[in-house]
């Protein structure tokens, strides 16, 4: 028999403390924080290696303990494997976050390296551009060239086409193809 004194009792064990978790118990909680804060905070910094991440993890892990003590299941392995296997996939995400973040950055920063638009560069590559269509529209035949015209640049069907040039169908598209063959070819267009 004991008369007064501190308690010498050992504490419950950690399955013990997770089912009054589970049953929202925040004394139990208090005591399953302090049994296992230290090694979830080894076991996060030592993947993070920055202090500052590491105690915002780790203080994350707990919350989500206290939220998610209902998922513990004690047949799956013991109380501390389960806590520290948060622990390990929290400290991953926020890693590969971590990666993600500088990636975006830096491509962000690549981006901002570009040159800036030069409008009369645009210009004369449009004008040249244009030169270069009209001279290869010129080596086509009057009904390739009509055809080709009416089509791309009054945006008219093989039908309207056919009908406005009094010619059947199947030669209005085959005028079209051949034109468009040897437009393609002209431009150095690569398919």
Do not use: N
Request: proline share 4%; net charge positive; with cysteine.
């Amino acid at each position: 028999m004991r008369f007064g004194g501190p308690s010498t009792a050992a504490p419950p064990p950690l399955a013990v403390l997770m089912r009054r978790v589970a049953r929202g118990d925040q004394d139990a909680f208090s005591e399953l924080y302090d049994a296992v804060a230290g090694p979830v905070l080894g076991l996060v910094r030592s993947v993070l290696r920055d202090p500052a991440q590491s105690e915002e993890v780790a203080q994350e892990v707990m919350v989500e303990v206290w939220q998610t003590a209902t998922r513990y299941e004690s047949a799956r392995g013991s109380v501390m494997s389960w806590v520290l296997t948060l622990a390990h996939r929290r400290a991953v995400d926020r890693v590969r976050s971590e990666q993600a973040s500088t990636a975006r950055d830096r491509k962000a920063a690549l981006l901002d390296l570009t040159p800036a638009f030069d409008q009369t560069s645009e210009q004369v590559e449009r004008r040249l551009e244009r030169e270069q269509v009209r001279r290869c529209l010129g080596g086509l035949t009057e009904t390739q060239r009509q055809s080709v015209t009416l089509a791309y640049y009054r945006g008219l069907t093989y039908r309207e086409v056919a009908e406005l040039l009094a010619l059947p169908l199947g030669t209005v598209k085959t005028r079209m193809r051949d034109g468009l063959i040897r437009l393609r070819d002209c431009l150095g267009v690569i398919v």
